[in-house]
């Protein structure tokens, strides 16, 4: 069985910064993607950023120059180092992994931004 587990959420003012850390189990993955979407109150599910294993990776243009993905050639693994954080920001923060489509995902890591 699949497992995906979130790290790295919190709470922290305006300006701040936090690091969030993803890592998939359960089985072998290969040419699998990996993303971060958030979620916030009352919306949908927003993709924030996406890494494949070859290194590529985008992110949208709401975090450009903000926000920066990473990933790991040799594990299934993935990073979002968010600067400069604003609360509009704020919400639930989601991994997710797969090829065609993202079919696996984890339960979410809260980040919460002050004015």
């Known amino acids: 069985q699949v497992h995906l587990v979130e790290s790295g959420g919190g709470s922290v003012q305006a300006g701040g910064s936090l690091r969030l850390s993803c890592i998939a189990y359960?089985?072998?993955?290969?040419?699998?993607?990996m993303a971060w979407y958030r979620e916030a109150s009352g919306n949908g599910r927003e993709l924030v950023a996406e890494?494949?294993?070859?290194?590529?990776?985008n992110v949208a243009d709401s975090v450009k120059g903000r926000f920066a993905v990473s990933g790991d050639n040799d594990k299934p693994r993935i990073f979002l180092q968010m600067n400069d954080l604003q609360p509009e920001d704020t919400g639930t923060y989601y991994c997710?992994?797969?090829?065609?489509?993202?079919?696996?995902w984890g339960q979410g890591t809260q980040v919460t931004v002050s004015s």
């Open positions: 890494c494949s294993r070859t290194g590529a990776s």
């Open positions: 359960g089985r072998s993955f290969h040419l699998e993607r």
């Open positions: 997710a992994i797969g090829q065609d489509r993202y079919d696996y």
